[in-house]
């Protein structure tokens, strides 16, 4: 049920779009057979192996009414970029998948994402190089042209809309207290230039990112998601925060009026949640 009424929420904010696709593949819509789950002898629900879904974009039927006495179930047909799904091979899964990347999904990074580090750090810095380094191997789904590179000196005014004015230049300075740092978790390395100039790079990106999806239709930034980050503080790991940094900018420099942060991370973003 979270499924279906999380696809529905999309349907009715997302135009359509070829990249509608991508919506098929995150919430299929359910098969024919019904619930995957079934009830044991005990009368307890059994989970059943999820079934694979082939995707098919479907742009020419409209909203019909079946009319009284015909046969088949009452209600409407399929919708205009609605997906039928059926069981399919492993061999049709990655076809469709390849298909959809085949659209060109707009990728933003920057060689500077991620800086050097010291090895023993328990924070994986290197993990946006190897994600650009795996998708570079990876030409049947990404297409080089692909690639985008966020600007490297965005404004203070992007960063000063979402955080206090003292907090973000003092981080900028390399000048945030050791317990200011602490807190993050970065400790002497909030100070260091490489850092401050990736964390500047990743909101910026992101900006890029939303960019790119209003024309689009989706985008995907290789780095980002500092959602602990608060107004006069970080923390987690996050220091400035990309997505309210992103919030911002579209609303007063795209009209958009309308944002929803999905976010999936098991610790839950209180940076988006705090009052602004």
């Known amino acids: 049920m979270a499924s279906q009424r999380a696809r529905s929420w999309f349907e009715e904010v997302w135009p359509p779009s070829p990249w509608r696709l991508y919506l098929d593949l995150a919430f299929p819509l359910s098969s024919a057979s019904g619930s995957s789950d079934s009830l044991s002898a005990s009368g307890h629900h059994r989970p059943q192996p999820r079934r694979r879904l082939a ?78 380094a795996y998708l570079q191997t990876q030409p049947s789904v990404v297409d080089a042209s692909a690639w985008h590179t966020p600007r490297e000196d965005p404004p203070h005014e992007w960063f000063e809309a979402v955080h206090e004015h003292e907090y973000y230049h003092s981080f900028r300075a390399g000048t945030l207290s050791t317990a200011e740092a602490r807190r993050i978790g970065f400790g002497d390395q909030t100070q260091r230039p490489e850092l401050i100039q990736r964390t500047i790079l990743e909101c910026s990106g992101t900006v890029q990112t939303a960019r790119l999806a209003l024309q689009s239709g989706i985008a995907c930034n290789l780095a980002g998601g500092t959602h602990h980050a608060h107004r006069s503080f970080g923390s987690g790991f996050t220091i400035l925060n990309d997505l309210a940094v992103t919030a911002s900018y579209v609303r007063h420099y795209e009209g958009i009026h309308r944002i929803a942060i999905v976010d999936l991370d098991v610790h839950q973003g209180d940076g988006e949640r705090a009052p602004p």
């Open 55 to 132: 995707v098919t974009l479907d742009k020419t039927t409209r909203p019909t009414r079946r009319r009284s006495g015909s046969s088949g179930r009452s209600g409407r047909s399929a919708t205009p970029h609605r997906a039928t799904a059926r069981r399919c091979t492993s061999a049709e899964a990655a076809l469709h998948t390849q298909t959809v990347m085949r659209l060109r999904l707009p990728l933003v990074y920057h060689p500077h994402y991620s800086c050097s580090w010291p090895s023993n750090h328990r924070f994986p810095m290197w993990k946006f190089a190897e994600l650009h």
